[in-house]
């Protein structure tokens, strides 16, 4: 078959694609950046990249493929922003609904969240609506409606483990007393791909869920004993909902556009409604307990396939890298360094590969900590992302408070663009060239002021930046 996958650089995408690959089916990868996407090895004959972006009412239809078989809808905009997420998801549906009906498309199949309460959240209604819009195209739909989705990367459990792992007694909001029925990411690849084509589903919804109905409150500790942790929660009815938005930014690595989205819907059980899905599939959804230990398992061999935090709205408000990756010459200032390397080359590299998250930033680490601290006080993204990997970049990822613009090992090149809150925007570059058989190391800091508070910004800061990047160039060069 040949099936439209959209959002495939997310955190569900990226886990679908390879599955919908093994089991033989050309997959058109819909796209906003093509330089964020990467093919899998070995399947490049049976990928096709298409660069998109639903929410340009302006684009031209001419050049969206129309010979697909089975279209897939994982566009969600919850972390972009607090009040206009839903307006922007109600573009795009219409956007897509629109270019579906136009394709050969026989089904379309679109992953929701649970809806089970009349007074829904913000998100919630959101989510509803973008299956009312897709339920009006000529084009049959089928819709499975997930809360809780547990996996290595994703942001729930991205969320569980930081609160569990950074505080041995923790108080907290009412809500950690709502039930939920989390499920594992596995099993919900599970049930999107064995829907395809499956003509007594056409027009239906399904809520789908693990086996375990649990509190927020038995879900952490639940986690807390997978990991072998004392942990003690209390429950407090006091906590306002923009209190609790602000608890999870600090406390854990999400958003805090994220985290407000999140608590709005936390007041509300998510709890599946019966239906023989599982039964018409095949499909035994596993137990909390064992999804746990198949996520941490991942994390502790570094197999995480897809982070939530890879997620351009994971930081930002930005639709596109595209205009960042050429690194602007004019109206800018820099921080420019050069070292001959000690090292081999590839000890080099693999330094530059492996810097930041534990590894931190080989010099004046403690200055880089202080000033993310400083930019999460300031509502930014701090360096509470880390990384994916230890020691693999990929094109799009995130680094702490950067975004991966370019990694291309073969270039010997690392490009990173800062997302931290600036009065302007920032570059940071690693280069290997040889000359005259020996490796040199070009190290570059770029950054374009926004107006006279950026000029006054970097010339308060330029000791600090000459001390912290020549220090760096030095680390990463092998020599004292």
């Not at 990384?387 to 990822?397: A, E, L």
């Amino acid at each position: 078959m040949r099936i439209l996958l959209t959002g495939a650089t997310g955190y569900i995408g990226k886990r679908l694609l390879p599955t919908l690959l093994a089991k033989g089916h050309t997959v058109i990868c819909c796209v906003r950046d093509k330089s964020r996407f990467q093919t899998p090895s070995g399947f490049e004959e049976k990928v096709e990249i298409v660069e998109w972006d639903f929410l340009d009412t302006e684009k031209s239809q001419s050049h969206f493929p129309m010979e697909i078989d089975v279209a897939y809808y994982l566009i969600h905009s919850m972390s972009s922003s607090i009040q206009r997420f839903d307006q922007l998801e109600q573009i795009s549906a219409y956007n897509f609904r629109q270019l579906i009906e136009r394709s050969s498309a026989q089904q379309i199949i679109y992953l929701s969240g649970i809806v089970n309460d009349k007074e829904l959240s913000t998100h919630l209604k959101s989510r509803k609506n973008v299956e009312d819009i897709l339920a009006d195209s000529s084009v049959p739909s089928t819709v499975l409606r997930a809360g809780i989705i547990v996996g290595s990367g994703s942001a729930s459990f991205e969320i569980i483990r930081d609160l569990v792992e950074k505080l041995p007694i923790l108080v907290a909001p009412k809500w950690l007393r709502t039930k939920c029925q989390p499920i594992a990411i596995r099993d919900v690849i599970f049930f999107l791909t064995k829907i395809q084509l499956q003509e007594q589903l056409y027009n239906k919804s399904y809520d789908i869920g693990g086996p375990d109905i649990l509190s927020y409150k038995e879900m952490l500790l639940g986690y807390a004993e997978a990991r072998g942790l004392k942990r003690r929660i209390w429950t407090v009815p006091f906590i306002t909902p923009k209190f609790s938005s602000y608890w999870l930014y600090f406390l854990t690595s999400t958003s805090y556009k994220l985290a407000a989205n999140l608590v709005s819907s936390m007041k509300v059980d998510v709890v599946c409604k019966p239906n023989n899905l599982s039964e018409i599939l095949d499909i035994k959804p596993i137990p909390y307990k064992k999804t746990l230990t198949l996520a941490l398992a991942r994390i502790i061999k570094h197999h995480v396939l897809s982070s939530w935090k890879d997620s351009l709205i994971s930081s930002s408000e930005l639709r596109s890298l595209n205009q960042f990756t050429l690194v602007p010459i004019h109206g800018c200032v820099h921080n420019i360094q050069h070292r001959t390397i000690v090292d081999s080359e590839e000890q080099t590299i693999n330094r530059i590969w492996s810097i930041g998250g534990e590894t931190g930033w080989y010099y004046g680490t403690w200055v880089w900590k202080i000033r993310g601290y400083w930019d999460r006080l300031i509502g930014g993204v701090g360096l509470r992302r880390g990384r994916r990997s230890p020691d693999n970049i990929i094109t799009g990822d995130a680094l702490d408070s950067w975004r991966v613009l370019i990694g291309d090992k073969s270039q010997k090149r690392l490009l990173l663009f800062s997302e931290m809150k600036l009065p302007g925007e920032a570059w940071l570059e690693f280069r290997i060239h040889t000359k005259d058989n020996q490796a040199i190391l070009h190290q570059t800091t770029t950054f374009r002021p926004s107006g006279i508070y950026g000029r006054i910004y970097w010339r308060v800061l330029s000791p600090v930046h000459f001390w912290l990047f020549r220090g760096l160039a030095k680390r990463v060069a092998g020599t004292k």
